[in-house]
Each structure stands twice: as C-alpha cells, then as structure tokens.
T-cell receptor, first 110, second 116 residues
C-alpha cells in the first residue's frame, strides 16, 4: 500500500468548504485513493475513492492530480457533524487490508 | 457501517482473564479483517481471514492473540491472559470474495475492551 501524508489537523468554518489534502507520491498504477473518516470513536466510514479521474458523490468530491501524487477531499458545505478524523489511504481493490495513517483531525467551527 | 455486526460493544476484563470478540460480516462476505485502535492512535491491521483460513496475520501479536473464522458463525478474536495494554477498540470489516468492487469496506462499530 502507498504511504500517505496528511496534515495532523485542520479547522473549517461551518458552511464553508473543507479541503483536506493528501500526498501519496509512491502510489502505484493500480492503487486507488480511498478516503474514510472516523467520527469520535465510531467505526470508520467510507467516503469516496478514485483512481485517476475526479469523483463526486453525495458526501464529497475527490480531486486527484494528473500525476496522481496527491489528492484533495472536498466537503462542499461542512457542518458540525463533519468533525472527525479523515484518513487518506492508497490501496488496491483486491482483498488487501487497509493501512491507516494518523489522518487529519478536522474541526468544524460554528 | 451497513451490516457488519460486532459484539460485545463493550467488554471489561481483569488482568489474566480471556476476552472474546465476535464479528459477523455482511451477508455474502467471506473475508474479514480485524484492526486495533489504541487510545489517540489510528487503526492498525491485525489479521485477515477467509472462511476457515487465516490469510495474513502479520499484525497479530505473537502471543496470547488468536483469530478464527469458522465455516459457520462469526469470526472470533480471542485474547488470552489480557493485560492493561490490550485495552483498545477492536474493529472488524468485511469484503466479498471478489474484493472491494464498490470501493467500500464495511466496518462494524467496534468492541471496546477495558482491562482493569
């Protein structure tokens, strides 16, 4: 699995877009970029994943650079309930365990 | 967290006792992964199992920890002679035989072990 680097913490005002960066310069060609989050002590929650193209779903958007060495998760209108630790993970779609780093602790402030 | 069930949600044990944590994967999923999360840390992979087989146990401590996923029933993570350092949240997730086709892994809500 690719090693990823994320800032340890970020703040975001409620209602504004939260942009969470991730560096994954060693990602291989068949590895996807996955984003999960963990709210308080709950189980990790899947957010989004992508390979090359930008992706969007009801939760977030994922912007992957052309060289695939970094990506940004965008929460378009952050709410207080988005306060969580966000994990960026590089991994294949096969049956391999996920390797979690320390993630980014996002605090959404009213 | 659709469908992966873990129990108990909370477990308290005294030093030296045994802890058994159970994980029932999503319906149709034959692969189970166990992770441990120590306080204020990220999740660390422990073991990956298919039905009746351990595929990867590279993250399991060498002693006192074991895991199984029988043909019938849930996967079991067993910790013998627990020590205070075993206090953690233990999470399980599952995937189908064909892998993470949808890009998702479904995590349970975890079992929180406290060793007194």
């Amino acid at each position: 699995d690719a090693k990823t680097t994320q800032p340890p913490s970020m703040d975001c005002a409620e209602g504004r877009a939260a942009n969470l960066p991730c560096n994954h310069s060693t990602i291989s060609g068949n590895e996807y970029v996955y984003w999960y989050r963990q709210i308080h002590s709950q189980g990790p929650q899947y957010i989004i994943h992508g390979l090359k193209n930008n992706e969007t779903n009801e939760m977030a958007s994922l912007i992957i650079t052309e060289d695939r060495k970094s990506s940004t998760l965008i929460l378009p209108h952050a709410t207080l309930r988005d306060t969580a630790v966000y994990y960026c993970i590089g991994s294949s779609t096969g049956n391999t365990p996920l390797v979690f780093g320390k993630g980014t602790r996002l605090s959404v402030i009213a | 967290n659709a469908g992966v069930m873990q129990n108990p949600r909370h477990l308290v044990r005294r030093r030296g006792q045994e802890a058994r944590l159970r994980c029932s994967p999503m319906k149709g999923h034959s692969h189970v992964y166990w992770y441990r999360q120590l306080p204020e840390e990220g999740l660390k992979f422990m073991v990956y199992l298919q039905k009746e087989n351990i595929i990867d146990e590279s993250g399991m401590p060498k002693e006192r920890f074991s895991a199984e996923f029988p043909k019938e029933g849930p996967s079991i993570l067993r910790i013998q002679q627990v020590v205070r350092g075993d206090s953690a949240a233990y999470f399980c997730d599952s995937s189908p035989r064909t892998g993470r086709l949808s890009g998702e892994l479904f995590f349970g809500e975890g079992s929180r072990l406290t060793v007194l």
